[in-house]
């Protein structure tokens, strides 16, 4: 059975920073997309970021704050947030993409998902 399993979520003022980790278990996904969304009060799942093909991609509302990496060796990945705002409360999910990468930024495709970690930022 395959399985992520987020953690690190938590509540912290803004400014702040919280990292976050997801481990697979069940396959492994090294050389696949991994990516985080988040899902904030009332709003639709979306996309924060993605690892694919060597390469990482942002949500224009985290760029220059949000890191993701990965160790496939582990079967993890992590997302390390900096300078939290208020607006970055809401529960953070990994995901396991598994086809074709080029549309990494839709939920909606991907086959995997954790069961999420809440992120409360306070100002």
């Known amino acids: 059975q395959v399985q992520l399993v987020e953690s690190g979520g938590g509540s912290v003022q803004a400014g702040g920073s919280l990292t976050l980790s997801c481990v697979a278990s069940?396959?492994?996904?090294?050389?696949?997309?991994l990516g985080w969304f988040r899902q904030p009060p009332g709003k639709e799942r979306e996309f924060v970021t993605a690892?694919?093909?060597?390469?990482?991609y942002y949500a224009d509302s985290v760029k220059g704050r949000f890191a993701i990496s990965r160790d496939d060796a582990r079967d993890t990945v992590y997302l390390q947030m900096n300078s939290l705002r208020p607006e970055d409360t809401a529960v953070y999910y990994c995901?396991?993409?598994?086809?074709?990468?080029?549309?990494?930024?839709?939920?909606?495709?991907?086959?995997?998902w954790g069961q999420g970690t809440q992120v409360t930022v306070s100002s």
């Open positions: 690892n694919t093909r060597g390469r990482s």
């Open positions: 069940g396959r492994t996904f090294s050389g696949e997309t």
């Open positions: 995901g396991a993409l598994t086809g074709d990468p080029t549309w990494y930024n839709l939920p909606a495709l991907y086959d995997y």
